[in-house]
Protein backbone atom coordinates (compact mmCIF):
# COMPACT_ATOMS: atom_id res chain seq x y z
CA UNK A 1 0.00 0.00 0.00
CA UNK A 2 2.89 2.28 0.79
CA UNK A 3 4.87 1.09 -2.04
CA UNK A 4 2.05 2.02 -4.54
CA UNK A 5 1.19 5.48 -2.76
CA UNK A 6 4.29 6.48 -3.29
CA UNK A 7 4.48 5.86 -6.97
CA UNK A 8 1.22 7.82 -6.71
CA UNK A 9 3.15 10.52 -5.62
CA UNK A 10 6.30 10.15 -7.49
CA UNK A 11 3.68 10.40 -10.35
CA UNK A 12 2.12 13.44 -9.59
CA UNK A 13 5.02 14.78 -8.62
CA UNK A 14 6.88 14.54 -12.16
CA UNK A 15 3.42 15.40 -13.96
CA UNK A 16 3.01 18.87 -11.96
CA UNK A 17 7.19 19.52 -12.24
CA UNK A 18 6.25 18.84 -16.41
CA UNK A 19 3.58 21.28 -16.31
CA UNK A 20 5.42 23.79 -14.32
CA UNK A 21 8.79 23.65 -16.45
CA UNK A 22 5.93 23.81 -19.55
CA UNK A 23 4.79 27.36 -17.96
CA UNK A 24 8.04 28.82 -17.48
CA UNK A 25 9.08 27.74 -21.04
CA UNK A 26 6.03 29.28 -22.25
CA UNK A 27 6.99 32.61 -20.22
CA UNK A 28 10.85 32.48 -21.59
CA UNK A 29 9.85 31.75 -25.06
CA UNK A 30 6.98 34.61 -25.26
CA UNK A 31 9.01 37.63 -23.68
CA UNK A 32 12.10 36.06 -25.69
CA UNK A 33 12.41 39.21 -28.95
CA UNK A 34 11.69 37.12 -31.94
CA UNK A 35 14.30 39.14 -33.76
CA UNK A 36 17.24 38.04 -31.76
CA UNK A 37 15.89 34.19 -32.32
CA UNK A 38 14.61 33.94 -35.80
CA UNK A 39 17.02 32.71 -38.49
CA UNK A 40 16.61 34.39 -41.65
CA UNK A 41 14.43 33.12 -43.84
CA UNK A 42 14.64 33.33 -47.67
CA UNK A 43 11.48 34.84 -49.26
CA UNK A 44 8.93 34.05 -51.58
CA UNK A 45 10.38 36.52 -54.36
CA UNK A 46 13.73 34.44 -53.97
CA UNK A 47 11.97 31.54 -55.65
CA UNK A 48 13.21 29.88 -59.68
CA UNK A 49 11.16 31.60 -62.30
CA UNK A 50 7.73 29.95 -63.02
CA UNK A 51 7.40 29.03 -58.97
CA UNK A 52 4.30 29.76 -57.86
CA UNK A 53 2.46 28.96 -54.67
CA UNK A 54 -0.82 29.73 -53.32
CA UNK A 55 -0.85 27.84 -50.03
CA UNK A 56 1.37 29.10 -47.70
CA UNK A 57 5.06 26.89 -47.37
CA UNK A 58 6.50 25.54 -45.03
CA UNK A 59 9.44 28.02 -44.67
CA UNK A 60 6.52 30.63 -44.05
CA UNK A 61 4.78 27.93 -41.79
CA UNK A 62 7.95 28.10 -39.98
CA UNK A 63 8.51 31.64 -39.52
CA UNK A 64 4.69 31.69 -37.96
CA UNK A 65 4.85 29.03 -35.41
CA UNK A 66 8.53 29.74 -34.40
CA UNK A 67 7.32 30.42 -30.94
CA UNK A 68 5.36 27.46 -30.40
CA UNK A 69 8.06 25.32 -32.37
CA UNK A 70 10.78 26.70 -29.85
CA UNK A 71 8.69 25.74 -26.88
CA UNK A 72 9.09 22.12 -28.16
CA UNK A 73 12.65 22.37 -28.94
CA UNK A 74 12.68 23.26 -25.33
CA UNK A 75 10.79 20.59 -24.12
CA UNK A 76 13.07 18.26 -25.74
CA UNK A 77 16.07 19.30 -24.61
CA UNK A 78 15.43 21.67 -21.39
CA UNK A 79 17.51 24.51 -22.68
CA UNK A 80 16.68 27.88 -24.24
CA UNK A 81 19.67 28.73 -26.10
CA UNK A 82 20.39 25.14 -27.16
CA UNK A 83 16.54 24.96 -28.31
CA UNK A 84 17.27 28.16 -30.62
CA UNK A 85 20.70 26.00 -32.37
CA UNK A 86 18.40 23.04 -32.88
CA UNK A 87 15.82 25.21 -34.63
CA UNK A 88 18.36 27.15 -36.14
CA UNK A 89 19.58 23.87 -38.00
CA UNK A 90 16.26 22.82 -38.78
CA UNK A 91 15.61 26.08 -40.37
CA UNK A 92 19.01 25.11 -42.60
CA UNK A 93 17.46 22.68 -43.74
CA UNK A 94 14.40 24.08 -44.72
CA UNK A 95 15.94 26.62 -46.43
CA UNK A 96 18.20 24.83 -48.35
CA UNK A 97 15.78 22.23 -49.38
CA UNK A 98 12.57 24.23 -49.58
CA UNK A 99 11.63 23.65 -52.99
CA UNK A 100 12.04 19.92 -52.22
CA UNK A 101 9.38 20.22 -49.44
CA UNK A 102 6.65 22.30 -51.37
CA UNK A 103 4.36 18.63 -51.41
CA UNK A 104 4.85 18.04 -47.46
CA UNK A 105 1.48 17.82 -46.47
CA UNK A 106 1.20 17.85 -42.82
CA UNK A 107 3.65 21.10 -41.43
CA UNK A 108 3.08 20.25 -38.16
CA UNK A 109 3.91 15.97 -38.08
CA UNK A 110 6.92 16.78 -40.78
CA UNK A 111 8.46 19.77 -38.36
CA UNK A 112 7.98 17.52 -35.25
CA UNK A 113 10.01 15.04 -36.52
CA UNK A 114 12.69 16.77 -37.71
CA UNK A 115 13.23 18.96 -34.59
CA UNK A 116 13.36 15.56 -32.27
CA UNK A 117 16.03 14.45 -35.08
CA UNK A 118 17.64 17.80 -34.41
CA UNK A 119 17.43 16.86 -31.09
CA UNK A 120 18.81 13.89 -30.79
CA UNK A 121 21.79 14.65 -32.76
CA UNK A 122 22.12 17.37 -30.24
CA UNK A 123 22.55 15.14 -27.36
CA UNK A 124 25.19 12.85 -29.21
CA UNK A 125 27.16 15.76 -29.76
CA UNK A 126 27.31 17.42 -26.65
CA UNK A 127 27.28 13.83 -25.22
CA UNK A 128 24.45 14.60 -22.77
CA UNK A 129 22.83 10.95 -22.79
CA UNK A 130 22.95 7.74 -24.16
CA UNK A 131 20.43 8.59 -27.01
CA UNK A 132 20.12 4.22 -27.86
CA UNK A 133 18.45 4.06 -24.29
CA UNK A 134 14.77 3.36 -25.19
CA UNK A 135 13.81 5.72 -21.82
CA UNK A 136 16.33 8.65 -23.46
CA UNK A 137 14.28 8.22 -26.22
CA UNK A 138 10.77 8.17 -25.53
CA UNK A 139 11.53 11.37 -22.85
CA UNK A 140 12.54 12.99 -25.76
CA UNK A 141 9.14 13.10 -27.87
CA UNK A 142 7.07 13.34 -24.09
CA UNK A 143 5.52 16.98 -24.15
CA UNK A 144 2.79 18.25 -21.95
CA UNK A 145 1.16 19.38 -24.42
CA UNK A 146 -0.54 16.15 -26.87
CA UNK A 147 -0.43 17.26 -30.00
CA UNK A 148 3.26 17.91 -30.00
CA UNK A 149 3.64 13.80 -29.49
CA UNK A 150 1.05 12.95 -31.81
CA UNK A 151 2.56 14.90 -34.74
CA UNK A 152 5.61 12.90 -34.27
CA UNK A 153 3.47 9.90 -34.09
CA UNK A 154 1.05 10.61 -37.09
CA UNK A 155 4.14 10.92 -39.25
CA UNK A 156 5.78 7.53 -37.98
CA UNK A 157 2.06 6.12 -38.68
CA UNK A 158 2.46 7.40 -42.48
CA UNK A 159 5.80 6.35 -42.91
CA UNK A 160 4.99 2.25 -41.56
CA UNK A 161 1.96 2.15 -43.73
CA UNK A 162 4.15 2.35 -46.53
CA UNK A 163 6.00 -0.32 -45.97
CA UNK A 164 3.34 -2.90 -44.64
CA UNK A 165 5.25 -5.44 -46.87
CA UNK A 166 8.11 -5.52 -44.10
CA UNK A 167 7.85 -7.22 -40.36
CA UNK A 168 6.54 -4.42 -37.95
CA UNK A 169 10.34 -5.91 -36.06
CA UNK A 170 11.86 -4.32 -39.43
CA UNK A 171 9.52 -1.39 -39.42
CA UNK A 172 10.34 -0.33 -36.49
CA UNK A 173 14.25 -1.05 -36.86
CA UNK A 174 13.98 1.32 -40.37
CA UNK A 175 12.40 4.03 -38.18
CA UNK A 176 14.81 3.91 -35.69
CA UNK A 177 17.71 3.67 -37.75
CA UNK A 178 15.95 6.82 -39.98
CA UNK A 179 14.36 8.57 -37.67
CA UNK A 180 15.88 8.39 -34.42
CA UNK A 181 19.56 7.95 -36.23
CA UNK A 182 20.52 5.10 -34.63
CA UNK A 183 23.56 3.51 -35.32
CA UNK A 184 22.74 -0.22 -37.82
CA UNK A 185 25.48 -1.60 -36.06
CA UNK A 186 23.42 -1.48 -32.51
CA UNK A 187 20.41 -1.99 -34.15
CA UNK A 188 21.41 -5.02 -36.02
CA UNK A 189 23.01 -6.43 -32.60
CA UNK A 190 19.68 -6.66 -31.30
CA UNK A 191 18.32 -8.72 -34.11
CA UNK A 192 20.70 -10.73 -34.06
CA UNK A 193 21.79 -10.19 -37.51
CA UNK A 194 25.01 -8.34 -39.06
CA UNK A 195 25.52 -4.75 -40.25
CA UNK A 196 25.62 -6.13 -43.66
CA UNK A 197 22.56 -8.15 -43.81
CA UNK A 198 20.49 -5.10 -41.99
CA UNK A 199 21.50 -2.73 -44.72
CA UNK A 200 20.25 -4.85 -47.19
CA UNK A 201 16.99 -5.05 -45.66
CA UNK A 202 17.00 -1.16 -45.21
CA UNK A 203 17.86 -1.24 -49.13
CA UNK A 204 14.97 -2.98 -49.56
CA UNK A 205 12.78 -0.95 -48.03
CA UNK A 206 14.32 1.73 -49.53
CA UNK A 207 13.57 0.74 -53.51
CA UNK A 208 9.73 -0.23 -51.79
CA UNK A 209 9.29 3.44 -50.50
CA UNK A 210 10.81 5.01 -54.01
CA UNK A 211 8.42 2.71 -55.58
CA UNK A 212 5.05 3.13 -53.76
CA UNK A 213 5.67 6.27 -52.37
CA UNK A 214 8.76 8.49 -53.94
CA UNK A 215 7.41 11.72 -52.10
CA UNK A 216 7.83 10.17 -48.51
CA UNK A 217 11.54 9.01 -49.60
CA UNK A 218 12.30 12.86 -50.36
CA UNK A 219 11.23 13.95 -47.20
CA UNK A 220 12.70 10.80 -45.44
CA UNK A 221 16.36 11.97 -47.21
CA UNK A 222 15.99 15.62 -46.60
CA UNK A 223 14.99 14.57 -42.18
CA UNK A 224 18.48 12.60 -42.76
CA UNK A 225 20.52 15.72 -43.52
CA UNK A 226 19.90 16.67 -39.79
Not at 18 to 38: C, G, H, Q, W
Not at 114 to 127: D, G, M, V
Not at 189 to 209: K, P, V
Amino acid sequence: MCHNKRNQFSFFGIYFADRFFAAVVSIIVTEKPLESIMPRIASNKHKPEGIYLDKETILEYFEREYRSLLKLAVMMVKDVDAAQDVLHNVAVVLLKKQYELEDVENYPAFLAVCIRRAALNYFRKNARYDVQDPDVLAEICVHPESYACYDYVEWVVSLEKCLTSFSPEMRKAFVEHYLDNMPIEIISERLGITANALSLRFMRMRETLAGDSPRMLRHLNIIALL
